[in-house]
């Protein structure tokens, strides 16, 4: 019989049957698409490294050779998900000069974050293991970079301070994000994604809008 990583071609995994050997980062990348899947439903303490292994299709060894333990892979998609929404919020902002267009990009960014069902949005904005420290200091730094990225834009088309633009910032990044979950949960019967989203994006940029170029800084 030929060994695989998964211990066997064909073999089972608590009645399943395993897949097909293949290459370690394509199989880590299977492992973590499984995780995402029983986290996401289940959420982290629910969860059990064997359901991740049977969903995977592999063995808990061959798991445990990838992640050494159930933080580990969790750390793993929550970063993924991070990289993830960061690129998609630099693209927004780095795309075009247009502020309006900046807005609706990045109001689009992060509906479309949270409504790809391959996605980790619950994981990032979600975790039932927010108060776990590598947790939290993760998700505390998106929220300040994605702040940052939006109150470099502000400061230097307003002419408020850093603090001023990153307060802006900082409120309208908030409001996108729980606006798109709310969304999402409650299926906003009658409104799609892309009209909540333009809906968000016209309440943003009024209100961003009343900062013209020449706004001048106030004392602090």
């Known amino acids: 019989m030929t060994t695989t990583e998964s211990g066997g071609s064909g073999s089972a ?12 980062e394509q199989r880590r990348q299977q492992v973590l698409a499984a995780a995402l899947d029983v986290f996401s439903t289940a959420g982290y303490h629910a969860a059990s490294m064997d359901e991740i292994a049977e969903h995977a ?15 580990d ?5 929550l970063d993924a998900g991070i990289e993830d929404l960061m690129a998609a919020s630099s693209d927004a902002l780095t795309g075009t000069t247009d502020n309006r ?4 990009a990045m109001t689009n960014a992060y509906f479309a974050f949270v409504e790809d069902p391959a996605g980790a949005f619950r994981v990032v904005f979600e975790s039932d293991l927010a108060n776990e420290p590598a947790v939290r200091q993760r998700v505390d730094a998106l929220d300040t970079a994605v702040a940052r990225l939006i109150a470099d834009v502000i ?3 307003t002419g408020l301070s850093d603090a001023q633009a990153l307060i802006l910032a ?17 299926g906003s019967p009658g409104t799609t994604r892309a009209e909540a989203a333009e809906l968000i994006c ?9 900062f013209p170029l020449t706004h001048p800084p106030q004392a602090e």
């Not at 798991?63 to 159930?70: E, R, S, T």
């Open 73 to 77: 892979l969790y750390l793993a998609i």
């Open 57 to 71: 299709g592999v063995s808990k060894p061959v798991l445990y050779q990838h992640f050494p333990g159930k933080l």
């Open 13 to 24: 995994v608590n009645g399943s049957t395993r897949a097909p050997r293949l290459p370690r």
């Open 170 to 186: 900082s409120g309208m990044q908030g409001m996108t994000q729980v606006a798109a979950r709310r969304w999402l949960r409650d």
């Open 101 to 104: 267009l900046r807005v609706s």
């Open 202 to 210: 016209d309440l943003g940029w009024r209100g961003i809008s009343g």
């Open 155 to 157: 400061a230097e088309d």
